[in-house]
């Protein structure tokens, strides 16, 4: 996926289509992103067919998409893998008040970056619903506590490209990005790229502080559970 400059990204309005089956609440969610100028609404529907067959499509940072949609229609997952074969940079946001345990797994490993699992709550605030927006279009995958349950040490890293795998080993043992990158035969560019997206899938949504740390924690716990695992 090539995920499109952050700072483009940052300073424009990000353009999105929304999905959802319920005209009630789309009404509503309608109105509340069009006010907001951190967004802009390019589609609004209930209609999947509708949605794949937009010209909104190709110039969209994200889609906010329902996860059930009708018995006669795509649900949210298929939908969602279907507009990023329009679009390859697409973030895609399930939105959901049904169940999103296990919902991560439905997505091919090599396309969930910039996949988000938010379930449907009256308590989050508008403006929480356009973070998550703005974010997973710039590729940050975000779940909540229910999907990240779901998802168990070896889903984790099987998100990993076999690269991003031989990267993160090498940095859990305090390797630099040029050490790694001497050892692979990589170039340096190569590897922080590599790293950078090994990050987003270990400690998806976290931009703040020592992400390498944490990422390498993470990467650390991974390896810990599945050797636990292989001896039980």
Same mark, same amino acid.
């Given at each position: 996926?090539?995920?499109?400059?952050?700072?483009?990204?940052?300073?424009?309005?990000?353009?999105?289509?929304?999905?959802?089956?319920?005209?009630?609440?789309?009404?509503?969610?309608?109105?509340?992103?069009?006010?907001?100028?951190?967004?802009?609404?390019? /589609?609004?529907?209930?209609?999947?067919?509708?949605?794949?067959?937009?010209?909104?499509?190709?110039?969209?940072?994200?889609?906010?998409?329902?996860?059930?949609?009708?018995?006669?229609? /795509?649900?949210?997952?298929?939908?969602?893998?279907?507009?990023?074969?329009?679009?390859?940079?697409?973030?895609?946001?399930?939105?959901?008040?049904?169940? /999103?345990?296990?919902?991560?797994?439905?997505?091919?490993?090599?396309?969930?970056?910039?996949?988000?699992?938010?379930?449907?709550?009256?308590?989050?605030?508008?403006?929480?619903?356009?973070?998550?927006?703005?974010?997973?279009?710039?590729?940050?995958?975000?779940?909540?506590?229910?999907?990240?349950?779901?998802?168990?040490?070896?889903?984790?890293?099987?998100?990993?490209?076999?690269?991003?795998?031989?990267?993160?080993?090498?940095?859990?043992?305090?390797?630099?990005?040029?050490?790694?990158?001497?050892?692979?035969?990589?170039?340096?560019?190569?590897?922080?790229?590599? /790293?950078?997206?090994?990050? @987003?899938?270990?400690?998806?949504?976290?931009?703040?502080?020592?992400?390498?740390?944490?990422?390498?924690?993470?990467?650390? @716990?991974?390896?810990?559970?599945?050797?636990?695992?292989?001896?039980?």
């Amino acid at each position: 996926m090539g995920i499109q400059p952050w700072e483009t990204l940052l300073v424009r309005p990000s353009r999105v289509i929304y999905v959802e089956n319920d005209p009630a609440l789309r009404g509503i969610m309608t109105r509340a992103l069009s006010s907001s100028p951190d967004v802009e609404l390019t /589609l609004s529907t209930g209609d999947a067919v509708e949605a794949l067959g937009s010209a909104k499509v190709q110039q969209a940072d994200v889609a906010l998409l329902d996860l059930a949609l009708g018995a006669d229609q /795509l649900n949210g997952i298929d939908l969602g893998l279907a507009l990023r074969e329009i679009n390859p940079d697409l973030g895609i946001v399930i939105y959901s008040q049904h169940s /999103l345990k296990n919902l991560a797994r439905r997505v091919p490993e090599n396309q969930r970056m910039g996949w988000s699992f938010i379930p449907k709550s009256g308590e989050m605030e508008v403006a929480e619903l356009i973070e998550i927006l703005r974010a997973t279009a710039r590729g940050i995958a975000l779940m909540s506590e229910e999907v990240r349950q779901g998802d168990d040490a070896g889903d984790l890293l099987e998100a990993l490209a076999p690269r991003q795998r031989a990267v993160m080993a090498l940095a859990a043992t305090g390797l630099s990005a040029p050490d790694i990158a001497q050892r692979l035969g990589l170039t340096q560019d190569s590897v922080r790229k590599d /790293l950078s997206k090994a990050y @987003r899938v270990l400690v998806p949504g976290d931009e703040g502080g020592d992400l390498r740390t944490r990422a390498v924690l993470a990467y650390l @716990r991974i390896m810990r559970d599945q050797a636990w695992d292989d001896t039980r």
